[in-house]
């Protein structure tokens, strides 16, 4: 896996550097990766039912601080998600189609005047073509737990593909070695297109002098630098989106899309001296008009140095 991705990234590489300063050292610097499930939340396989997102980091060496310059990091971000009724066999009329979607893209981390900007794009393949149906209705069958029925899938987001751009610009404000604020904002277009401003607030070591990235369905941050700094970490955050419009809510599914959400989210974080446990949890408000309450997703990350 890690010799395809790094293949894969090549080609986003040499996509996003013709933008980019041509002496970028296209080397690795990084390695990320977040487990999201409602399974690991409120104990349930529904809507924002699972997700896993992978990011590599491309460029020079991370000395502890954002780069200036646009193109100095590019990050290779993979993302697969499953989205889902709250009942995978006989689904009320009202509730959301199912969706699986498949995206990568590249990212780029740079500072500017204080503010540490995140710009990218995604190409993200939604429907029956990603496969991912049959996938999780082999792995439910395998625990002896019932997939989705023929007729959900039946039922599914059409094959789509959409290209998305994506924004983030935060400030941190650190009011000691173990405590920082930092506000932002974003933009995405293309797969769902928002508006979204919020915080994250940390008590602890984690991300101080890393570079983190958000995960696009639950809103936690994960590393993909580390300076392993020993101890625990608390984490809290939340926002608050407007959203115009969502290929995973198509006007033809009967449903009909909710324009405001919101996350609230708290993580904790262990790191020891060869190894590091993160696990998060995010309320997600509900996102279309049939949801009668939000949900919890729970977000994992395990990591051994060895």
Known sequence: ????????????????????????AAEQIGYGRLIVNDFLGDGQDRWRSGSIVGSHLFGQPWDGAHPDRFGDIIELRILG????PANLQTPSATDRPYAGALSIGAHTHFEQSGFD???????????????????????HSAFGIAGPSSAVLDAQVG?????????EVGYEIEFSENARLRPFVEARAGDETLVRAGFDFVIGQFGHDELLVRDPVSGQ??????????????????DVSYVDSSIYLPASSGVTLENTRERYRLGLNWQG?????YYGATWLSP??????EGQVVGALRIRFDF
Not at 221 to 231: L, S
């Open 117 to 139: 900007i995140a710009l990218g794009a995604d190409l993200t393949l939604v429907g029956p073509s990603t496969g991912i149906g049959h996938l999780q209705d082999g792995l």
């Open 273 to 277: 001296e060869s190894t590091s446990i």
């Open 159 to 167: 094959n789509t593909l959409a290209v998305t751009g994506v924004a």
């Open 287 to 292: 996102e279309f008009t049939g949801q009668n």
């Open 221 to 238: 941050r994960y590393q993909t630098t580390y300076q392993n700094r020993q101890g625990w970490s608390l984490l809290a955050g939340a």
């Open 81 to 84: 998600q499953v989205i889902a």
């Open 1 to 24: 896996m890690h010799k395809i991705t790094t293949k894969i990234a090549g080609l986003a590489l040499a996509g996003l550097t013709l933008l980019a300063p041509m002496s970028v």
